[in-house]
């Protein structure tokens, strides 16, 4: 690894694991996180997950697995121009969503509603709680013994009465304090790739179209810019050009500014980051076409006729599972049966949030199908 600027994560500045382990062999205690992370059972049912589309509704549409790695690449580049760790801001990018739900953000907020006299849900949390306590795969320990900072890194947010739980690493939720410039950057580095990657999965679709999109300044000025370049290129490859500029143009962006702001606040060690304001970051006039481009999505797109669709049934689907199970623990696999009453709900949500988007959709139909003779 190139030598890494003072205030990056370390070997000589980690806060380590919970459980201590001799050191690897060959590679850094960040890689070992991310090989753990990439052979975990919750990183492989990633791979049918939703992003915005249900699984099944076609071959080329992203998924938690393929945003994941869309993450860890851009984020791995960002870090690299840096000095960052970019071992560490790979691994938190790959696990950012271990703890989500199947039908994506519609499953959630299904199952946080499910779970709202009972601490709620959030993906954040259960990604934590994922890495921590629920994969069963080594020996000494529960979880997977992650570094302090991928911990960090993976809890992107928390309401503070929820950090008080946490220990060490829901602290900085209490002080106020900054996760390391590594989570910072996995966290804008997912940011770039899910707006980019919809604005492509929803074009391809045809649930938003390329005279509706050609309106945002983000967009439309990388837009004519290659039809300028190149006036006979066929739509696909138009339109993959055009968000393959618009990704170059936010990650240099973002690049650039939080040097700007690196200077700015003097930091010359990993402790200034954690106590100064918000170091990654987008310059002003970019952020706001950002998010311009972002409420498009939300009202074109995720608010799409089609999409509503999905998400109504999405909720019908967790809603009914949830109950289900709360009503006759008998129904739920041996190693949930195991719990309380009051160990319940938790165990429910565990069991769904690890579902993918097609199991989800069998195991409502062996409950609830009505077979005919």
């Known amino acids: 690894m190139a030598e890494l600027a003072p205030y990056a ?12 382990e001799e050191a690897p062999f060959g590679r850094s205690e960040f890689q070992r996180d991310r090989d753990r992370i990439i052979h975990s059972t919750a990183f492989r049912r990633l791979e049918y997950k939703t992003q915005v589309f249900v699984n099944h509704e076609g071959d080329l549409f992203r998924t938690r697995l393929t945003h994941s790695m869309e993450v860890a690449q851009i984020a791995r580049s960002i870090a690299r121009h840096l000095k960052l760790n970019e071992d560490l801001v790979e691994a938190i990018a790959l696990a950012h969503d271990l703890g989500h739900t199947p039908f994506g953000h519609a499953g959630q907020d299904a199952l946080n509603a499910c779970m709202k006299d009972h601490g709620g849900f959030e993906h954040n949390l259960q990604s934590l709680r994922v890495v921590d306590m629920l994969e069963e795969r080594y020996a000494a320990f529960d979880g997977l013994n992650l570094c ?25 939720f209490i002080t106020r304090q900054r996760p390391s410039l590594e989570a910072q950057i996995a966290n804008l580095a997912d940011e770039i790739a899910y707006n980019n990657h919809d604005v492509d999965d929803g074009l391809r679709s045809g649930l938003i179209t390329l005279e509706q999109i050609a309106s945002l300044r983000l967009f439309s000025r990388h837009l004519d810019a290659v039809r300028q370049t190149y006036p006979n290129l066929g739509e696909r490859r138009l339109i993959n050009e055009t968000i393959r500029r618009m ?15 690196i200077r700015a606040q003097g930091i010359q060690n990993l402790a200034g980051v954690r106590s100064a304001p918000p170091l990654a970051a987008f310059s002003a006039e970019v952020r706001e076409q950002s998010r311009e481009l972002k409420a498009f999505l939300h009202t074109q797109l995720y608010r799409h006729y089609h999409v509503m669709r999905m998400n109504t049934k999405a909720h019908r689907i967790i809603g009914d599972l949830f109950h289900v199970f709360m009503d006759d623990c008998r129904l739920l696999p041996p190693q949930y049966q195991r719990q309380t009453r009051d160990e319940r709900p938790r165990a429910v949500a565990d069991y769904i949030a690890g579902m993918t988007d097609r199991y989800a959709i069998r195991e409502h139909r062996r409950i609830f199908a009505v077979e005919e003779d």
């Open 9 to 20: 994560v370390g070997e000589h500045n980690t806060r380590g694991r919970a459980v201590r």
């Open 148 to 172: 302090f900072e991928t911990r960090e890194g993976i809890l992107k947010h928390c309401a503070p009465e929820s950090a008080a739980g946490l220990g060490a690493v829901g602290e900085r």
């Open 247 to 261: 990704i170059n143009t936010l990650v240099t962006d973002l690049i650039q500014q939080t040097e700007q702001n």
